[in-house]
């Protein structure tokens, strides 16, 4: 059974920081994976997928990395904003056929204005 | 983009009493649909798997008789929590996987249930 982990469970940084949000999965054969944000009381919006060919992927400020065969992926924001402020969720994707993701407790990302 | 959509957005209801929660895909057509519940602090869950047409698959240890899953069409799905109590009360949210684009899950807004 897929595990997922992620750290640190929060995050407060001043606004304008560099940043990176760190997940572990512990099944490395997946197909792709997934960061999400959720903003509080609100559904999942995608932010990046990476497939697991892949090495990273990249999408203005955010550039996430994957590497499949140790089980971590990271989610690396650049120059913080305040409106990044939310809960960031990191979910492997079990294979084709099923698609079905499983997803970490997240980290609550918090910028300071 | 691919829209999601859930309803109701937020119910309140009585013990004992069943709770139907809409998800549709606005623009696209979904021949899977997921549906996942998300206690407060913790995870998004995968309760179920809905495929178009097809019975749901129900993870281990979610109750198939009481959370009810109905795919009819391509556009909706339906969750009903039968004789719902307190321990149900979460946050229920729905994804989509866009037929020919089966890599990418659009989730919708998420439904706030809250049993007295």
């Known amino acids: 059974k897929q595990e997922v982990t992620q750290i640190p469970a929060a995050l407060s940084v001043p606004e304008g920081e560099n940043l990176v949000l760190n997940c572990s999965f512990t099944d490395s054969a997946i197909y792709n994976l997934q960061w999400f944000r959720q903003d509080p009381g609100k559904g999942l919006t995608s932010l990046l997928l990476i497939q697991s060919s892949q090495r990273e992927q990249t999408s203005g400020r955010l550039n996430a990395s994957l590497d499949k065969s140790s089980g971590r992926s990271t989610l690396y924001i650049a120059a913080s904003q305040p409106g990044d402020s939310a809960t960031y969720l990191c979910a492997p994707c079990r294979g084709a056929g099923s698609y079905q993701l499983t997803f970490g407790k997240g980290t609550k990302l918090s910028v300071i204005p | 983009g691919a829209v999601v959509s859930q309803h109701p957005s937020r119910v309140i209801c009585k013990s004992g009493t069943s709770v139907k929660i809409e998800c549709r895909s606005l623009d696209f057509q979904a021949t899977t649909m997921f549906w996942y519940r998300q206690f407060p602090k913790q995870s998004l869950m995968l309760m179920a798997t809905?495929?178009?047409?097809?019975?749901?698959?129900?993870e281990q240890g979610v109750e198939k008789d009481k959370f009810l899953i109905n795919h009819a069409s391509l556009t909706l799905s339906t969750l009903t929590v039968t004789s719902a109590h307190p321990e149900d009360s979460s946050f229920y949210i729905c994804?989509?996987?866009?037929?020919?684009?089966?890599?990418?899950?659009?989730f919708g807004p998420g439904t706030r249930l809250l049993v007295l």
């Open positions: 809905s495929n178009e047409g097809s019975k749901a698959t129900y």
């Open positions: 994804s989509a996987i866009a037929s020919g684009l089966r890599e990418t899950q659009y």
